[in-house]
């Protein structure tokens, strides 16, 4: 059965550099090309549109107006730059320093951070009208008027952004594991 399938597939093989159909007795080929792309010069025509009436949005807000946004340049940031945005003030991070701009612009201040050599700001989050900053070493630090205050060191590598609920902050560590950290007592248990 092999062989003469074999058989077969040679035969079609060898048939292939010749035409497998039969060819009218009046055929005659031509070497001709139509054009098959419309033509745009010829294809422009002045056409009106009328849309009809408009029926949303019934009025515009002129405070939308893009004409008169204005915008102000607050401070230039990084890809390694932390925002958090509280009801009166925005908390910025740019290499080792923090700054606080309050909501009228009117207040802007500067905190410079002690961080170790390999320690860098992961996330920063307000609890209890309190800005607490996370660093990638699991120190958690609290800003206090214009002065920052180490609550805990926790001495867990991270590199995630840790989830903050209710009282809690969960971290994962560099090594897979889960630790809540309740934010009231300052204390860490093992999730996972």
Known sequence: MKI???LILLIALSSCGQYLG??????????????IFSNPKNDIKNIEIEFGNIIFPSSINSSLNINELKIDKIINIDKD?????TNDKIIVSKNKSIYIIQEDRQNKFEINLKLNKDEKLLHIFDYKNKIHILTNRSRLLAIEGQNILEISNFDIFTNTIPIVLNQNLIIFSVFEEIFQINLDKNSILKKD
Request: charged content about 25%.
């Open 4 to 6: 003469i399938n074999l």
């Open 22 to 35: 039969t060819v009218d007795q009046d055929y005659i080929p031509k070497n001709e090309v139509s054009e």
């Open 81 to 85: 730059s932390i925002i958090c945005l």
